[in-house]
């Protein structure tokens, strides 16, 4: 549930986020949680769609990791040692969850172990559909995400969007 979208210009690279989380089958619309799928840590910018509890810890991972660039073998790398120390914490070494992750103005998409740099733009979640079309059209990332969160029923406003110049 949720939806993330990615548009890589040539001045900039701009990430958005819908807010909802669930909880069996009740969901919460970004007011009363604190939880982000959308976050800024050690010179990353990560977006996150599947499991709250996996995306909670690539988010505190991320605060003392990071990839050792910018290319899409050390994104990787990144996801390896992030799955490596998942499963100290819990057992669990699979990535179960879908990213987008910029680092140093390039954008990458990460599923399970697939790691593709973003050229244009990207979307993932079960609002992708919405959002690709919208991001297809011409439209930007915060627009996308806002198709998405009207059109399908596993995403919700408020939307939150970071640009980061070039």
């Known amino acids: 549930m949720s939806v993330v979208a990615c548009r ?9 986020s819908d807010s909802i ?4 089958y009740t969901q ?28 909670e810890q690539l988010c505190y991972f991320s605060k003392t990791h990071r990839p050792a660039g910018p ?11 992030f ?8 057992e669990k070494h699979t990535l179960e969850g879908s990213y987008v992750l910029i ?14 740099e973003i050229a244009t733009y990207e979307a993932i ?6 959002a ?5 059209l011409g439209h930007d990332v915060e627009k996308a995400v806002g198709v998405a969160c009207e059109l399908s029923v596993y995403c919700e406003k408020p939307v939150k969007k970071f640009v980061i110049k070039k």
């Open 8 to 16: 890589v210009c040539e001045d900039r690279v701009e990430i958005a």
């Open 83 to 90: 799955s490596q120390w998942k499963k100290k914490l819990t």
């Open 28 to 55: 919460t619309k970004g007011q009363n949680v604190t939880h982000s799928k959308l976050w800024q840590s050690n010179e990353m910018t990560i977006g996150c769609v599947g499991l709250c509890e996996e995306g």
């Open 103 to 116: 680092y140093q103005n390039a954008a990458f998409y990460v599923n399970n172990f697939y790691v593709t």
């Open 71 to 81: 290319q899409g073998d050390a994104v990787h790398d990144f996801f390896i040692e």
């Open 125 to 130: 979640g079960a609002g992708m559909d919405f």
């Open 21 to 24: 989380t669930v909880l069996g």
């Open 132 to 136: 690709l079309a919208a991001l297809y």
